[in-house]
């Protein structure tokens, strides 16, 4: 057993660190109010190696592990998580599922630029009809013999409107059920592939979510990636790796509004002191401490699962479920030791308190990391 970082994690988390303070932490309540996406801030991190973390350096990325993910993650996700959730999409849904799965004229066409952040990826599992349930695809692609035609549309898409890289789940097959399913690399400005207007959401405002439509989308064959009826179990294990991103961002989450929280009570004064040292808040304070702490332990743990090549379906759901949780309950807390001022924009934890909620729902809501969770320790 050893809790320590090693140095090398030490100086990922410190760049990290320095690059959301100086770069991600101006501009970030602008671009929460316009529903800006950060353009510019995503070449940057592009340039620092975070579109394609755990790629291999053959490919582009920077060949390092899931501890050093998640610890980006945390740190990027403290001030910035619009502009988390587009690294944790790229590195951890595309990239990860293009390089584990795809062939090796996939990963030279695609993955190499979406590594180095010349490409950005998109993930379109989620559909009007299939949120949770993920089997009931109602889009279709119909196999023509070189290639598949596409219909259907796609909802919620994260980066769905700025991705160049499109991995689409569809139904090959109905009478399959989920072994009939297939995922697909479309690009952008493939004929008949059309994206909807931006949504206008409660948090990570700065990320990019769109519907998307499929209108008979030609899409060659070589495109599929694996075989056959491969598609569900393609997603399935791909967001087992994507709970592990967002697990950390809803960490990065809850710790940056803990910390704004702790700062806010050593300087506010009320009844003649600071309020951290009213027992109202100071135990608040323990609580986010004790919660985060134990949360970051289940992140790390399903990131060293990942790393030693041990089945982390489970340990990614636990970490996402309880993380999630610890971010929407301690950004809560976090506004309520701000008082008045927590309401405010300017002091950042009504922002992190709109932003945790979506950790709950995106990559499999927490009811479904309960089924996840449930039905590994019955099974097992
Ligand atoms: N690895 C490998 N195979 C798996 C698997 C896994 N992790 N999970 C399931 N399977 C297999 C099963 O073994 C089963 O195979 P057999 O038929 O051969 O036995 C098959 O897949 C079907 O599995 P289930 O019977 O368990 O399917 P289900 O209909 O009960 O659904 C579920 C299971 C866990 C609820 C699943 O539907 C699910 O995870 N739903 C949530 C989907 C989700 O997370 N969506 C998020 C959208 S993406 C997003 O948010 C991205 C973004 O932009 C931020």
Known sequence: MDFSLSEEHIMIRDAAREFAQTELLPGVIERDIKQEFPDALVR???NLGFMGIMVDPKYGGSGMDAISYVLIMEELSKIDASASVIVSVNNSLV??????????????????????????????LSE?????????????????????????????????????????????????????????IVEKGTEGFHTGPKEDKLGIRGSDTHTLQFNDVKVPK??????????????????????IGIAAQALGIAQGAY?????????????????????AIAFKLADMHTEIAAARHLVMKAAWDKDQGNNYDMSSAMAKLYASKVAMEHTV?????????????????????????????????????????SRSIIRD
């Open 222 to 243: 070589e495109n599929r990636i694996g075989d056959d009826g491969f598609g569900f179990r393609f997603a399935m294990k791909t967001l087992s790796g994507g709970r």
């Open 128 to 184: 009007p009809e299939a949120g949770s349930d993920a089997t009931s695809q109602k889009t279709t692609a119909i196999d023509k013999g070189d290639h598949y035609i596409i219909n259907g549309t796609k909802n919620w898409i994260t980066s769905g409107g700025r991705a160049d890289v499109y991995l689409v789940i569809a139904q090959t097959d109905r009478h399959k059920g989920s072994h009939g399913i297939n995922a697909f």
């Open 44 to 46: 940057k991190m592009a």
């Open 259 to 279: 910390e704004l929280a702790l700062k806010y009570s050593k300087e506010r004064k009320a009844f003649g002191t600071e309020i951290c040292n009213h027992q």
């Open 333 to 373: 807390e976090a506004v309520q030791i701000h008082g008045g001022n927590g309401f405010v924009k300017e002091y950042h934890v009504e922002r992190l308190m709109r932003d945790a909620k979506i950790t709950q729902i995106y990559e499999g809501t927490s009811e479904i990391q309960k089924i996840v969770i």
């Open 95 to 124: 990239c990860y599922g293009i390089e584990a799965y795809g062939t090796e004229a996939q990963k030279e066409k695609y993955l190499t630029k979406l590594a180095t952040g010349e490409s950005i990826g998109a993930f379109c």
